[in-house]
């Protein structure tokens, strides 16, 4: 059973860095593809950043590009976002997934799993 649980939110200011992680407590994710979301505030989940599970494939939002970067442990059952040059925009809550399929990474219906969820707020 995939278990998904996020850490490492937090209040930071803009241009600060931030990383997540998010590891799968049942150890069945090794295999599945894992992904980013994110939720702020009024708006619609929406796709950050996806690798598949061998670490070969991976996609990003275009507002992300050139400042986070996933990465998966050596394990391969966690699952990091390293974020840098946060912007007030990146305030939302951040919630990790994972697919057993091979379906894009950005199509969020596609995940079987997902955590509850970790806050980010970026001040000004």
């Known amino acids: 059973q995939v278990q998904l649980v996020e850490s490492g939110g937090g209040l930071v200011q803009a241009g600060d860095s931030l990383r997540l992680s998010c590891e799968d407590s049942g150890r069945s994710a090794s295999t599945y593809a894992m992904g980013w979301f994110r939720q702020a505030p009024g708006k619609e989940r929406e796709f950050v950043a996806g690798v598949n599970w061998s670490g070969t494939r991976i996609s990003y939002a275009d507002s992300v590009k050139g400042r986070f970067t996933i990465s998966r442990g050596n394990a391969k059952n966690t699952v990091y976002l390293q974020m840098n040059s946060l912007k007030p925009e990146d305030t939302a809550v951040y919630y990790c997934?994972?697919?057993?399929?091979?379906?894009?990474?950005?199509?969020?219906?596609?995940?079987?799993?997902w955590g509850q969820g970790t806050q980010i707020t970026v001040s000004t």
């Open positions: 997934a994972a697919m057993r399929g091979t379906a894009p990474l950005d199509h969020a219906s596609e995940y079987d799993y």
